[in-house]
């Protein structure tokens, strides 16, 4: 199943998104490596990531890039350490990690919200 990856508020309000179609994120946290916190991303329900947090999601998803094997894995590698990086320079952000199988439906296809330079295309536009 895919997992949706957002970047969202403290009232629940979504900034941007990346979804997994691929199943990257799952393949990543259940290798056997001592991940900080890859190995809690939850794939039956969803898991949250406070700012406390940030260094060592970051540490993890560094790692993870060895595991990248196709286009579509590197897209979603890339993509969600913009969401990581704006997550570590904003304040009252967290980062939401939820199974989908409705993505399309939601009107998200790979990246949802961000331009190419990790910005938020409706700030831009301000």
Not at 59 to 87: F, K, M, Q, Y
Not at 89 to 103: G, P, Q, W
């Amino acid at each position: 199943m895919p997992i949706l990856v957002q970047l969202i508020t403290e009232s629940g309000e979504q900034v941007a998104a990346v979804n997994d179609v691929d199943g990257f994120i799952s393949r990543c946290a259940s290798e056997p490596r001592k991940w900080r916190l890859l190995k809690y991303v939850d794939p039956y329900g969803d898991t949250y990531f406070n700012r406390l947090q940030i260094l060592d999601f970051l540490a993890d998803w560094e790692a993870a890039e060895t595991l990248v094997r196709s286009p579509e894995g590197e897209t979603l590698w890339v993509e969600v350490g913009r969401l990581a990086r704006r997550w570590r320079e904003e304040v009252h952000l967290y980062l939401k990690f939820s199974l989908t199988d409705r993505a399309e439906e939601r009107g998200l296809g790979q990246c949802s919200g961000m331009t190419p330079s990790g910005r938020d295309s409706e700030a831009m536009s301000r």
